[in-house]
């Protein structure tokens, strides 16, 4: 019988090498993080593998799955704990290697496997691990899948099943990449900066923007593990400010920067301005509600209002959807309506046909960035940006709140804005107009200004952004009076950034 998990060992003991560790924080709304070594080992690893084997079982998927690993030092190391254990669990295993996670949702069509395990920490920094999982494609795991995987690994309630089978899926990348630029080529030159801050993506998005006909000027696109620049987190200012400093040096058209894990993409404009992706998904939304009339859109409660002011998307018969932050939500909410697309603003982009498959893919968002460029031959990136209304907004922002206490803390800024609002106590100087719940709280005064504070979904952090459709000062005082809020709470810690 296989060990029950410990939610902590010592390392370099002989438990840690005889016991699996699992920490339960490790298992969150819609996939899996831990820090490797003081969270999770190889062990509880091979105890997530045969959690998850079982758990297509109880949900009468076939046992069948792809897997793939992230350019992390210990990735493909954990990766096959995790194969053991699917194997163990009788899951037929089809083995893509190193590669971006949108490969691994590409290979579930490709290969017609039902399930997926990409080994990744995605942007997290260089000691996180993880896996993104789902056994209905385009989707992936909710909260109600991770909840059951989460009893069946902390109690060891497997079902190993036994005759599991493992092959090597060698031409994996090239098959994704030649699906991605089986089309005709671009009809303007278009300069390109691709930055990868030395992440998986780099590996593959030079090739595929050169292939679609892009001059491609790449940019910490060498593989390293230690990524020596910047984290690759296009929502990091110091991952924008490079992908700025290299479009100005160049003269590109356009800055294009991936994340760690491929599937998520930040935009810099040909004058150094970055446009946060929450914009650029109004730019795109515009573009497409030209070409398929009455679209609908799905965005996240982090972004911009302008997606329910904005004088194109109206009179295009376009309407939008604010729904739960979260790759997986959105993912859900645009397969359910039938969206068009759907916007995150940490960049995620979910695109149905024809021009995606539903799921999020950073290089399949720049292709239909590029090709917006290229529908609109006269107008460079900045004018387009410039078409749009003018509002100010953050950079998401992150105070450290554990994940033991975050969700919490969450619920009770909910009920402070909540209560004020009952009373009729102004935030920022002006009533409360409206407050929306579906994921946090994001509150709005007068104005148009609001400000959003959530859980983070991935990491011991809450989120928060604010947004002022009037001024920068206006955006400073939302930011403050959120904070304050905040501070109430003595769980909450430092940002990672901030205004």
């Known amino acids: 019988m296989f060990p029950i998990p410990r939610p902590k060992l010592i390392a370099n003991t002989y438990a840690f090498e005889s016991e699996p560790m699992v920490k339960p924080t490790g298992f969150r709304e819609y996939d899996a993080r831990w820090l490797f070594g003081t969270e999770l080992n190889l062990m509880g690893v091979q105890a997530l593998g045969m959690g998850l084997g079982t758990l297509l079982g109880q949900l009468g998927i076939r046992r069948e799955i792809v897997t793939g690993h992230d350019f992390r030092s210990y990735s493909a190391s954990i990766k096959m704990a995790l194969v053991t254990g699917l194997m163990a669990a009788g899951c037929r295993v089809h083995d893509i290697g190193l590669a971006v996670t949108p490969m691994a949702y590409f290979a579930q069509f490709a290969l017609d496997v039902p399930a997926c395990a990409m080994v990744t920490a995605s942007h997290n920094e260089n000691g ?295 009373a009729g106590e102004p935030v920022a100087g002006q009533p409360i107009t409206d407050l929306v719940t579906v994921n946090g709280v994001r509150v709005t005064t007068a104005d148009g200004t609001w400000g959003l504070v959530r859980a983070s979904s991935n990491k011991p952090e809450l989120v928060v952004v604010v947004e002022s459709p009037v001024s920068e000062a206006r955006m400073h005082e939302i930011f403050r009076a959120v904070d304050a809020v905040l501070r109430e709470n003595p769980e909450v810690g430092a940002y990672n950034q901030s205004l």
């Open 128 to 422: 996180w691990t993880g896996v993104k999982m789902g056994a209905n494609r385009p989707l992936t795991f909710g909260p109600d899948e991770m909840g059951r995987l989460k009893e069946i690994v902390l109690n060891a309630d497997f079902d190993l099943a036994g005759g599991g089978s493992y092959v090597f899926v060698a031409d994996l990348a090239e098959r994704y990449m030649r699906d991605l630029t089986d089309r005709p080529k671009i009809t303007r030159p278009l300069k390109v900066v691709a930055a990868c801050g030395n992440g998986t993506a780099g590996a593959f998005a030079p090739q595929v923007l050169e292939a679609i006909g892009c001059e491609v000027v790449p940019l910490d696109t060498e593989l390293d593990h230690s990524f020596p620049r910047y984290n690759p987190n296009p929502e990091d200012l110091k991952m924008l400010h490079a992908i700025r400093d290299a479009v100005l040096e160049h003269g590109a058209d356009v800055g294009l920067g991936f994340d760690g894990d491929g599937d998520r993409c930040g935009v810099i404009d040909d004058t150094g301005d970055e446009i946060f992706a929450d914009k650029v998904g109004v730019m795109l939304a515009r573009d497409l509600s030209g070409l398929h009339r009455q679209a609908t859109f799905v965005v996240d409660v982090k972004s911009t209002g302008l997606y329910m002011t904005d004088p194109v998307l109206k009179a295009n018969g376009a309407t939008t959807d604010y729904w739960k932050t979260g790759h997986s939500y959105i993912k859900r909410r645009v397969n359910e309506l039938g969206a068009v697309a759907g916007f995150e603003k940490s960049g995620h982009y979910f695109f149905n046909a024809p021009i995606g498959r539903g799921y999020d893919d950073g290089l399949v968002s720049a292709i239909a960035i590029i090709d917006m460029l290229d529908r609109n031959p006269t107008r460079r990136m900045s004018e387009l940006k410039g078409a749009i209304a003018k509002t100010w907004s953050s950079p998401t922002m992150s105070p450290h709140c554990a994940d033991e206490v975050k969700y919490d803390v969450a619920r009770r800024v909910v009920a402070r804005f909540e209560a004020m609002r009952a």
